[in-house]
């Protein structure tokens, strides 16, 4: 998993980018840019990083992602791997379009992405909609007026979700991804094996304490919480594509008390492991 900082510029000077995936699998590419993003899945599953939350996706999630927030898509099965994304540069929407007082709610949905959005199941579906009249529309400002739209839409969801915890902070330096990644390359490898703060900080060439601070730092929470809700995740997944028992899930996930297994889910996902297979 490298961090690296995205330019995307637009070959005719606008504001908007339109991308479209179509991949065996996300690329598990792990970045930031300075453009705010939107993304729709249409097709595939597994993990999204957004800043310190990682949650399992899969077809249908929507996520805004604001400026320079680091994040990244993991695929887990075997499904292609389909989606649509807007990236756009918000400073077309300051100055005097801010203040009027119609696009109130654009202003404070934008105020809010810096942690990562995530919207109601309506709010969700009429966004995806637009988001399909943006792809289909072929002049330029009729794309932006339908993403002003769609921020207007979104920014009226009262009961939108931010990701990123409010401890969270993205500070991200060039000296250290390097450091970063090899940190995360190994905890994605082994995972599922007993892995120490000392094994880690060996890695990353930093005393124990100071890794703390370092994943502190830059994924908003500690080295242990970080590779618990890693797991978590993988075994939710597992939980729903698998008919092992929840004790195998368990302990093929690096958890070796079944009784600490399910009180870290429950606190996660605030249901027992049984009662979240059910769903």
């Given at each position: 998993?490298?961090?690296?900082?995205?330019?995307?510029?637009?070959?005719?000077?606008?504001?908007?980018?339109?991308?479209?995936?179509?991949?065996?699998?996300?690329?598990?590419?792990?970045?930031?840019h300075p453009e705010i993003e939107i993304t729709w899945i249409l097709n595939g599953d597994g993990q999204?990083?957004?800043?310190?939350?990682?949650?399992?996706?899969?077809?249908?999630?929507?996520?805004?992602?604001?400026?320079?927030?680091?994040?990244?898509?993991?695929?887990?099965?075997?499904?292609?791997?389909?989606?649509?994304?807007?990236?756009?540069?918000?400073?077309?929407?300051?100055?005097?379009?801010?203040?009027?007082?119609?696009?109130?709610?654009?202003?404070?949905?934008?105020?809010?992405?810096?942690?990562?959005?995530?919207?109601?199941?309506?709010?969700?579906?009429?966004?995806?909609?637009?988001?399909?009249?943006?792809?289909?529309?072929?002049?330029?400002?009729?794309?932006?007026?339908?993403l002003i739209e769609l921020l207007h839409l979104l920014g009226g969801d009262e009961t939108a979700q931010?990701?990123?915890?409010?401890?969270?902070?993205?500070?991200?330096?060039?000296?250290?991804?390097?450091?970063?990644?090899?940190?995360?390359?190994?905890?994605?490898?082994?995972?599922?094996?007993?892995?120490?703060?000392?094994?880690?900080?060996?890695?990353?060439?930093?005393?124990?304490?100071?890794?703390?601070?370092f994943f502190q730092q830059h994924l908003g929470m500690d080295f242990r919480s970080h590779l618990i809700?890693?797991?978590?995740?993988?075994?939710?997944?597992?939980?729903?594509?698998?008919?092992?028992?929840?004790?195998?899930?368990?302990?093929?996930?690096?958890?070796?008390?079944?009784?600490?297994?399910?009180?870290?889910?429950?606190?996660?996902?605030?249901?027992?492991?049984?009662?979240?297979?059910?769903?």
């Amino acid at each position: 998993m490298r961090l690296t900082r995205e330019n995307t510029p637009t070959s005719d000077g606008s504001p908007l980018l339109c991308l479209e995936i179509y991949q065996p699998h996300f690329d598990s590419h792990y970045h930031h840019h300075p453009e705010i993003e939107i993304t729709w899945i249409l097709n595939g599953d597994g993990q999204r990083l957004i800043g310190d939350s990682l949650e399992n996706f899969t077809g249908g999630d929507l996520v805004l992602i604001g400026s320079d927030l680091p994040h990244q898509y993991r695929s887990a099965g075997g499904g292609q791997a389909i989606g649509k994304v807007l990236k756009f540069d918000a400073s077309f929407l300051e100055n005097d379009f801010s203040r009027i007082p119609e696009c109130k709610s654009v202003r404070g949905l934008l105020e809010r992405s810096g942690r990562g959005l995530i919207f109601s199941d309506p709010t969700r579906q009429a966004a995806q909609r637009k988001i399909d009249a943006i792809f289909r529309t072929e002049s330029r400002l009729g794309k932006i007026l339908g993403l002003i739209e769609l921020l207007h839409l979104l920014g009226g969801d009262e009961t939108a979700q931010t990701l990123a915890g409010l401890t969270y902070e993205s500070n991200v330096k060039p000296k250290q991804i390097a450091r970063l990644e090899r940190v995360l390359n190994y905890i994605d490898s082994h995972w599922r094996e007993p892995i120490t703060l000392a094994d880690v900080a060996e890695i990353a060439a930093l005393h124990p304490q100071s890794l703390s601070r370092f994943f502190q730092q830059h994924l908003g929470m500690d080295f242990r919480s970080h590779l618990i809700k890693l797991r978590l995740s993988h075994a939710a997944q597992m939980l729903l594509e698998t008919e092992q028992t929840v004790t195998e899930i368990a302990f093929s996930c690096g958890f070796n008390n079944i009784a600490n297994f399910n009180r870290h889910f429950r606190s996660i996902y605030q249901r027992t492991p049984s009662t979240y297979r059910k769903g």
